[in-house]
């Protein structure tokens, strides 16, 4: 098709040009058109000859013929499909002159890339994912990075609810079966954006909604455009990290200059573009933005709920040498907004006027100043990063509430008060205002030494970091609140800021044991907060993390002409993490028990009266989460193929979770049948006027304790086969099993929901079991990547193998320990109280099928992704998840058949280079 416009454009272009060149002496003008690199002749070749009105086309032996005027200069512009456009200039003297023209070939085709994470073999271990692989995975956010660490999943993300990291965690474990458990590993994660990191001890959830406050990271919120590398250490880390109990996530952004990227991504519920260019102001100085807008949709059919997403950043890096020093800063401004609504749908809600909107936004400033020596010296650098995030959360609410003829909360203090009733239903308007604060600064000093031979990288520092909120909490008219039973919001501005130092100290080193190499990294780090109440058990406590890395380099073996490297590493180390000031904070808690409810048909002789008893949840008692790491595993590389299989074990056995409390509230039940008839009142009646009963009633409140342990047993590996080139492709394989033990080793006051004589049940148990689960997954993804250059196109098929999946319940007897009377006696619980008419509603009998082992078979999903390089400037991909699936029907531990059915999901991405 090509070849016929250029010669229809050629016949028009001589036809037109025929009576410019008649009359003149001319002569002709033969040209030949090959590939500079293999010599073969080019058919199609448009050549544009400036100075004359004519054209010509290479044959099919790349020939071509066109008429000149003798004596002329002439530039003859080449161009063609798949190569440079080349322009030579020549003044033509002589009859049937020839030249040859050499075409180069236009380089559409992209380097090598590495498309899979590489795992690091000392150091802790850590899987680094570089731009090329972010950019053929196409992630919406980072949760779709982490499937490309070992025992990763690709699936499905939905961003309509918040998402969190969970390493070395089966995917089940997430699941509400665990709850209770689940939330540890996500706070416990540290992110570390250019080396300043993301601090989330601040933020504290309204008591209307689930405590978001101590899970960590929303990874809906971190965003991979303009991200040089990410790292994902999930072993044990250097001790300059610190907050940490599970792993650390570095993220390394671009400072350089670069070209005017866009990118824009499309999948049937959602719509994302990204924008991005690097310049070079002055000498020493370059400027990088980024921005980003991301609209998803849960149901593309219906626009009642969505989420949103608009970052924006702006990066400066200044470098200045002089004489044997050089100074260098990067700093950077970001902003990330984001929102959730849900709107009136008249033919799918009731309540008229509904409305509901949780706004987002985040502004933060980070920076990093480093002095380096550039000779050799004593002294390597000196660096220094420090960040400031301010965040407001603000969420709004109209509803339709019942008043349920509860009395208006208005009191702070304990005592007996009359009040006013509710309206039988009212509209309720919400606000809960949220705004953490965070300050951080750390300084480090990198030294260097020379002992007995030995060279050491020394490195030593501290830090400190502060949080507070400034938000008013929640805001409503305490007359129509938004839940009934309460009406006592709490100003955030009042609740203690967070402050937190730190010291650390660390060498690393490398020796020579009979031959072999040994590289060492040995170091602490001690952490602890300041301005905390004497009353607390952490306000005197130095915590101490010490942390060893190790990596024996094995004498190497040749198999002809190469050799085989192989590395036996491993490490040790303990993980702290303080607890957040929601944690140390808790918000009181108000027992508030209707005494008298006189409701009258006239509302001038309605009267309520009620007890409140304060109940304050704090536990002055609680201490940081702390995990213990080990680790072993080994590394073998031949040529460009490598292996790598990691051991693990971590215990976390003092992990923060809630658990049941009590409290036995005394009060007085008035009868309203025994006090005056309503025609001889004048106003409301008083509670003199009635007879009463005194009652005793359990208040059953959760409070935070240390009292979660949490097992981690696992084997990860990667085998790279590394590139074949007869097939254009790369082959790996990775994937994990896991294992995760959950055990409350806290006892848990539990009050059943059986009511005696329309009267709360008059025992309270104490147990010391729950159901605590253990979870158990191996997975293999089966990994090809084809690469073929001359065409810019990347194939990566992905075979994905979940193998098993395994959850159970811990044994339990389903009895109490003992039983508490509401004088406050206790009893023990016998076999014998298990068929008591009475005691046994405190016997949670376990089922025939509660502790079977529930086994999800195999299951494997074929995935395939493409890129393709259209131009140098422009490159398109795709990927379809689930394009084939093997999930076989099984029968779980109750019995039940389960019948697996998941859709396929695709999506499409365009990049743009200018």
Request: net charge positive; proline share 5%; charged share 20%.
């Amino acid at each position: 098709m090509k070849h016929i416009i250029h010669y229809i454009t050629l016949i028009i272009t001589t036809l037109f040009s025929y009576s410019y060149v008649e009359g003149q002496e001319r002569y002709t003008f033969e040209g030949q058109i090959i590939d500079k690199q293999n010599q073969r002749p080019i058919e199609g070749v448009w050549i544009q000859i400036e100075g004359s009105p004519q054209n010509a086309i290479s044959d099919s032996i790349g020939h071509f013929r066109v008429q000149l005027k003798e004596g002329n200069r002439y530039t003859f512009i080449i161009s063609h499909l798949g190569y440079k456009t080349a322009a030579s200039t020549m003044e033509c003297i002589g009859p049937n002159r020839r030249s040859v023209f050499r075409l180069t070939s236009k380089d559409y085709q992209i380097q090598e890339v590495t498309v899979i994470s590489k795992e690091s073999k000392a150091g802790g271990t850590a899987s680094k994912i570089g731009a090329d692989a972010l950019q053929h995975l196409q992630p919406t956010s980072f949760a779709d990075v982490l499937q490309l660490i070992p025992g990763g999943k690709m699936k499905y993300n939905n961003m309509s609810s918040p998402k969190w990291i969970r390493l070395r965690e089966p995917s089940a474990s997430a699941s509400s079966n665990n709850k209770g458990y689940n939330n540890n590993s996500a706070f416990g994660t540290s992110f570390v954006i250019d080396g300043v990191p993301s601090i989330n001890d601040g933020n504290i959830p309204a008591s209307t909604s689930n405590a978001y406050a101590s899970q960590g990271q929303d990874l809906r919120l971190v965003t991979t455009d303009g991200v040089k590398n990410i790292t994902i250490i999930r072993g044990i880390p250097s001790v300059k990290y610190g907050e940490v109990t599970s792993g650390v996530i570095k993220i390394e952004r671009s400072y350089q200059t670069s070209p005017f990227k866009a990118r824009l991504k499309a999948t049937p519920g959602s719509k994302m573009l990204s924008i991005g260019k690097g310049v070079n102001l002055f000498e020493h100085v370059n400027l990088h933005t980024d921005f980003s807008l991301l609209d998803f949709k849960q149901d593309v059919r219906t626009p009642k709920v969505n989420y949103k997403r608009y970052t924006g950043s702006v990066r400066l890096q200044y470098n200045h040498p002089f004489g044997n020093w050089e100074f260098k800063n990067r700093s950077s401004i970001d902003y990330t907004g984001s929102f959730d609504t849900v709107k009136k749908d008249p033919e799918v809600d009731i309540a008229a006027g509904s409305y509901y909107n949780r706004d987002y936004k985040k502004l933060s400033y980070a920076g990093t100043s480093r002095l380096l020596h550039t000779k050799e010296s004593w002294f390597s650098s000196l660096e220094l990063q420090y960040g400031i995030t301010s965040t407001w959360q603000k969420k709004i609410m109209d509803k339709a509430v019942n008043g349920e003829r509860m009395p208006v909360l208005v009191n702070h203090k304990e005592g007996e008060f009359y009040s006013t009733h509710l309206p039988t239903s009212y509209m309720s308007h919400y606000i809960h205002d949220n705004q953490p604060l965070s300050l951080f600064s750390n300084i480090d000093i990198h030294l260097k030494a020379n002992t007995w031979g030995i060279s050491h990288k020394i490195l030593f520092g501290g830090g400190w970091v502060y949080s507070k909120n400034n938000g008013r909490g929640e805001i409503y008219d305490p007359f129509r609140p938004l839940e009934p039973s309460k009406g006592r919001p709490r100003d955030y501005r009042k609740i203690p800021a967070s402050n937190k130092v730190s010291l650390f100290m660390e060498d690393q080193f490398t020796t020579t044991i009979l031959g072999m190499q040994l590289d060492t990294r040995i170091g602490t780090r001690a952490m602890k907060a300041l301005g905390v109440s004497s009353n607390y058990t952490i306000s005197n406590k130095l915590f101490w993390d010490p942390r060893m890395n190790l990596a024996l380099h094995l004498p190497s073996m040749r198999v002809g002409v190469n050799t085989i490297k192989t590395i036996i590493y491993g490490g040790m180390g303990w993980h702290t993490k303080l607890p957040s000031i929601s944690q140390l904070y808790p918000e009181l808690l108000y027992s508030d028990q209707i005494q008298l409810n006189y409701y009258s048909q006239q509302p001038s002789l309605r009267q309520i009266q009620y007890k409140t008893d304060i109940i304050d949840p704090t536990n002055t008692s609680i201490t940081a989460n702390r995990n213990k790491k080990i680790e072993v595993g080994i590394g073998i590389t031949f040529l460009e193929t490598s292996l790598q299989v990691t051991g693990y074990r971590e215990v976390l056995s003092n992990g923060l979770r809630s658990v049941g409390n009590y409290k036995i509230i005394s009060y007085k039940l008035y009868e309203a049948a025994s006090g005056p008839a309503a025609e001889t009142l004048n106003g409301p009646p008083t509670v003199d006027m009635f007879d009463y009963q005194k009652q005793d009633d359990f208040y059953v409140y959760p409070q935070l304790v240390n009292g979660s342990n949490e097992e981690k047993w696992g084997i990860e590996y990667q085998f790279d086969f590394g590139r074949i080139e007869q097939l254009n492709s790369r082959f790996s394989i990775n994937g994990a099993w896991m294992y995760t033990k959950y055990t409350l080793t806290a006892a848990d006051y539990r009050h059943p929901e059986q009511r005696i004589d329309n009267r709360p049940y008059p025992f309270l148990g104490y147990y010391e079991w729950d159901r605590g689960q253990k979870y158990e997954q191996l997975n293999t993804n089966i990994r090809c990547d084809t690469h073929i250059k001359k065409y810019g196109l990347i194939f990566s098929s992905i075979l994905q193998c979940m193998w098993f999946e395994k959850n159970q319940t811990q044994p339990h007897d389903g009895k109490p320990t003992f039983y508490i009377d509401k004088q406050g006696k206790k009893y023990l619980f016998t076999n014998q109280d298990i068929t008591d008419p009475m005691l046994r509603f405190l016997y949670s009998k376990p089922t025939p099928s509660l502790f079977d082992e529930n086994i999800v078979p195999i299951a494997i999903d074929f995935n395939l992704t493409v890129s393709k390089r259209v131009t140098k400037e422009i490159a398109l991909s795709f990927y379809i998840n689930r394009i084939l699936r093997y999930t076989p029907s099984y029968t779980n531990a109750t019995g039940y058949k389960v019948v697996r059915k998941q859709s396929p999901y695709f999506g499409m991405e365009l990049n743009i280079n200018i």
